[in-house]
């Protein structure tokens, strides 16, 4: 941080301080509600029942130009996806019975939802001011699970369901659901108004769902008037909670822009509409100077987080653009680029890889996918940026279809679908790197990280994994990063999940590559940036020769270099590593596998990586003798999920300089 960085944090954290004390004092449970008096200034000249009117008769603005003309969206959607009414139906029923999914779990929440309560550890959070409401509550309990529900994204759920079906009952129930949670939630009280973040997502899912249940007849002014009292103090308090900081804003700052902006652009009538608006669009701009590299990459060293912060920047660029807000072009520019990156770093079965943390945050959901979908981007992508790069089938996904309506089905329609499909990357800023076979008959693919801790450095969301290889080859993934588990819930789960024997590399004396300190879970005690000397990609090969100084820490520094071959004739890799330095270590090589794989050893310390119908053979290499075990794993493919796997950990204590290298073979099963 600069000089005058360091003030501006100082002085930003001092205000807040004061701020948040001066809350603490004057704040009540039952002052803190948006009065009438308080609704009617804020309308001015505007009356509710024009403001009702506007917005139950379809008139503009709207969140997006698939929700405005609504009736011949849906009309698109029962074409394209006739099954989406049975599915829709299905899970609009479980929410009228209140069993609601959170992640990969459905949950019973009983006759009257518990908005406090962690469903999976059955504790409540205290409904205390929101600057002394615990983050922590210790029994297993995770607030991210509590937050998840209250970001209202199943009220979206109950709107595509409504709008597909026309059953008043899930108005209804869309209607009974939020008036309960204005009840039980005061304004700046208890744990769903800790961080603006939660705040601004429920907004948006707030004004999606009132898109989609417009136009009810259980839509009244009374249910209008109710929305807009919690709309305005959802943006207020974002307003007055912005998580910004000078030594590095995230995605948690770009949500709370992306709350203020679409609040302010969807409900112009409000005073402080204008002002919002102005304010954030001024500012997304400028963090999307900052944390968005030059190669497209977001800043945080997490692909589940660049999909979220693509899908914040999107939502952004097609508001601004149905309403005629200019956006500068070189803006355009790197929204393309993030939507590249997306297009390369999705496997073959369309699936993403994990890279850093996942807990599996979307801004809005049209439709329930797995947590590694993230296939739906390119038709975003094809639509908003106009380009047949990314139009990757001759149908459109149905969440494009509820962003841009008629007139993105006629883009989409309009393009040609690409054939040109996705070659090796190297993504330099970001130090992310793609290898890819062109043989569509044995498709390889791996990505490795070479990145740092993200946010330039100061880190939040990456793991302990330099150097770290996932492995797809034959329609499967084999190597892979164990994605994240928990978060707050458990401090050794969240430390194991991101610990360098979790990931695909190279530990020495077991010692982490990335150093924790106990309590800070989202921090790494020194960065590690390491360093590529060497990217090449042909025809016949790619090439990744890389290094970290991560162990120049230990009183006997080593070095580690890896060198990552795709022979793409042969249809293999040559993993080599390269250790120099001084004294004698103990060095651990980890082969992590994906579940559903049957994991062997030969005689010969051969690994087989099995299923029904593919195999991935490890074949060490060394002038020293490497002992060989298999050990139990577990992977988290969605937050709070974990499944058991394997992994064959390779190891040996030598003096270096020493050398061990590995030759991976893809098979087809017999």
Not at 62 to 83: C, I, R, S, Y
Not at 194 to 220: D, K, W
Not at 280 to 290: H, I
């Amino acid at each position: 941080m600069t000089a005058p960085e360091v003030a501006g944090e100082v002085l930003l954290r001092a205000r807040r301080r004061l701020s948040r004390a001066i809350s603490r004092a004057s704040d009540s449970p039952q002052s803190t509600y948006v009065s009438d008096a308080d609704l009617r200034r804020s309308l001015g000249e505007q009356s509710l029942a024009g403001v009702a009117f506007r917005i139950c008769n379809s008139l503009e603005p709207h969140l997006t130009q698939g929700l405005a003309d609504l009736e011949t969206t849906v009309t698109t959607v029962k074409e394209f996806f006739p099954e989406a009414v049975a599915a829709s139906r299905l899970e609009a029923e479980a929410i009228l019975d209140h069993r609601i999914t959170l992640f990969s779990h459905e949950y019973e929440l009983g006759s009257r939802i518990d908005w406090h309560r962690d469903p999976q550890a059955n504790l409540q959070w205290p409904l205390l001011h929101f600057t002394h409401v615990p983050l922590v509550m210790g029994r297993g309990a995770d607030v991210r699970v509590v937050w998840e529900l209250n970001r209202l994204h199943h009220f979206v759920t109950l709107g595509r369901a409504y709008s597909l079906t026309n059953d008043e009952r899930y108005a209804e129930e869309f209607l009974l659901q939020l008036a309960s949670w204005y009840e039980d939630n005061p304004p700046r009280f208890g744990v769903n108004w800790m961080i603006g973040m939660e705040v601004a997502i429920r907004a948006v899912n707030i004004i999606a769902a009132l898109e989609m249940f417009r136009g009810s007849p259980n839509m009244t002014d009374e249910a209008i008037e109710l929305i807009l009292k919690m709309l305005i103090s959802h943006g207020r308090f974002i307003r007055d909670n912005l998580e910004f900081s000078y030594r590095g804003a995230s995605n948690h700052y770009l949500s709370d822009l992306i709350g203020l902006f679409v609040i302010g652009i969807t409900m112009p009538e409000l005073r402080e509409a204008s002002g919002w608006v102005s304010y954030s669009a001024r500012r997304l701009l400028k963090e999307m100077d900052r944390q968005v590299l030059a190669d497209g990459v977001d800043y945080e060293g997490s692909i589940g987080y660049h999909r979220f912060v693509v899908e914040l920047f999107a939502l952004f660029f097609s508001i601004s653009q149905a309403n005629g807000l200019e956006i500068p072009g070189r803006y355009w520019g790197r929204m393309e680029a993030m939507f590249d990156f997306v297009r390369y770093y999705l496997k073959p079965d369309g699936t993403a890889p994990i890279v850093g943390d996942s807990d599996d945050g979307r801004l809005l959901k049209f439709k329930a996918r797995p947590a590694d979908d993230h296939s739906y981007l390119m038709s975003v992508a094809a639509v908003l940026i106009e380009k047949e790069t990314f139009k990757q089938s001759s149908r459109i996904d149905e969440e494009a279809l509820w962003w841009f309506g008629l007139r993105g089905r006629e883009a989409f329609e309009s393009l040609a679908i690409s054939e040109q499909p996705p070659s090796s990357r190297a993504f330099r800023e970001s130090q992310i790197f793609i290898q890819r076979s062109a043989n569509p008959e044995v498709p390889l693919y791996a990505i490795i990280d070479c990145g740092d801790h993200g946010l330039r450095g100061h880190g939040s969301h990456a793991h302990s994994d330099a150097l770290s290889i996932e492995v797809f080859a034959l329609n499967r993934t084999f190597l892979r990063d164990p994605g994240t588990c928990v978060y707050t819930a458990s401090e050794r789960k969240r430390n194991l999940f991101r610990s360098t024997g979790y990931h695909n590399t190279v530990r020495i004396d077991s010692e982490e590559i990335s150093q924790t300190r106990e309590g800070e879970l989202f921090a790494f005690i020194q960065n590690v940036r390491p360093q590529v000397n060497l990217w090449e990609s042909t025809a016949e090969r790619d090439v990744l020769d890389a290094e970290h100084q991560a162990y120049e820490r230990l009183a006997q520094p080593v070095t580690h270099r890896r060198v990552i071959t795709l022979d793409k004739r042969e249809g293999h890799w040559t993993i080599q590593d390269f250790f120099t330095g001084e004294g004698r270590h103990r060095f651990e090589f980890f082969f992590n596998f994906d579940v559903g794989l049957e994991v062997t050893l030969d005689p010969a310390n051969h690994a087989t990586a099995r299923d029904a119908s593919a195999a991935l053979i490890i074949i060490p290499a060394s002038d020293h003798k490497l002992d060989a075990k298999i050990e139990a794993r577990w992977v988290s493919p969605a937050y709070g999920l974990r499944l058991n796997s394997s992994a064959i950990i390779y190891s040996l204590t030598a003096k270096v300089p020493l050398a061990v290298s590995f030759q991976l073979l893809a098979s087809k099963g017999e």
